[in-house]
């Protein structure tokens, strides 16, 4: 959860970087400057949407083998807290 945290926190501040450069470099519409930021599948290729696509798809089967050695090694209760205090 905390890698999550991590890679939106990059993402959020990448976009706010790039709409500050946009802004004080074309000194053009906010809103058109927006919707080209927040937009990028507009301008990729074909190719480059289908490597993005694997990247994103390799990382969630990392974290899914990774979840799958811990339930064979922990059983079922991995991640639940004891709150019996035992």
């Known amino acids: 959860m905390k890698e999550l945290g991590i890679v939106l926190f990059i993402f959020i501040s990448l976009i706010i970087l790039s709409l500050g450069i946009d802004f004080f470099l074309t000194k053009g519409d906010l809103h058109e400057i927006i919707i080209a930021a927040v937009n990028p ?7 480059e ?12 089967l990392e974290k899914a083998v990774e979840l799958w050695k811990k ?14 205090g035992n």
């Open 41 to 47: 599948f507009r301008v990729m290729d074909i190719s």
């Open 71 to 84: 339930i064979k090694k922990y059983g079922v209760d991995v991640g639940k807290v004891n709150r019996e």
């Open 49 to 60: 949407m289908v490597i993005m696509i694997l990247f994103i798809l390799r990382y969630f």
